[in-house]
C-alpha cells in the first residue's frame, strides 16, 4: 500500500478547483496533516489558483483544521489567487465566527453562490 487514500474529492470546475472533503469529521492530526499537503500541491500547480472548499459532509473540524485551512489561504493569497469556502455547517460557521475567521474567509451559503464568486 505505497499510495494513502486521498482525503479529498477534487474536480475543476470553469477554471475553478472545487475541493470537498470525504471525511465528516476533521479531527484527526494525521488526516489533517494529509489534506494540508494535498491542498499544497494543489495550490503549487496553478498560476493563479482559484479554490473553492465546499464543506458540504463535513460536520466536526478540530482547531488544528481551521490553521490548515489559514495555511492554505495564505498560500493561495501569496501565488494571487482567491479562495472561497461553502455549505458550513451552523455549529462549525459558529467557531469562525468566534476566532473572527469569518472576515479572514469569503464564506458563501452554497457552492454555486461561491462559483459565482470568482472574479
Do not use: W
Request: aromatic share 6%; net charge neutral; with cysteine.
Amino acid at each position: 500500500m505505497g499510495s494513502v487514500a486521498s482525503r479529498l474529492n477534487v474536480r475543476v470546475q470553469n477554471g475553478v478547483t472545487r475541493i470537498e472533503f470525504v471525511d465528516r469529521n476533521i479531527l484527526d492530526e494525521t488526516n489533517i496533516a494529509q489534506i494540508g499537503e494535498e491542498l499544497g500541491r494543489i495550490i503549487d500547480s496553478q498560476v493563479n489558483p482559484k479554490l473553492l472548499i465546499c464543506f458540504k459532509a463535513v460536520e466536526h473540524l478540530s482547531s488544528a483544521a481551521l490553521g490548515t485551512l489559514i495555511t492554505v489561504n495564505n498560500r493561495v493569497r501569496a501565488k494571487d489567487g482567491q479562495l472561497r469556502l461553502s455549505d458550513i455547517d451552523p455549529q462549525i460557521y459558529e467557531v469562525f465566527v468566534i476566532t473572527k475567521l469569518n472576515r479572514l474567509f469569503h464564506i458563501h451559503e452554497t457552492a454555486d453562490k461561491a462559483l459565482a464568486s470568482f472574479s
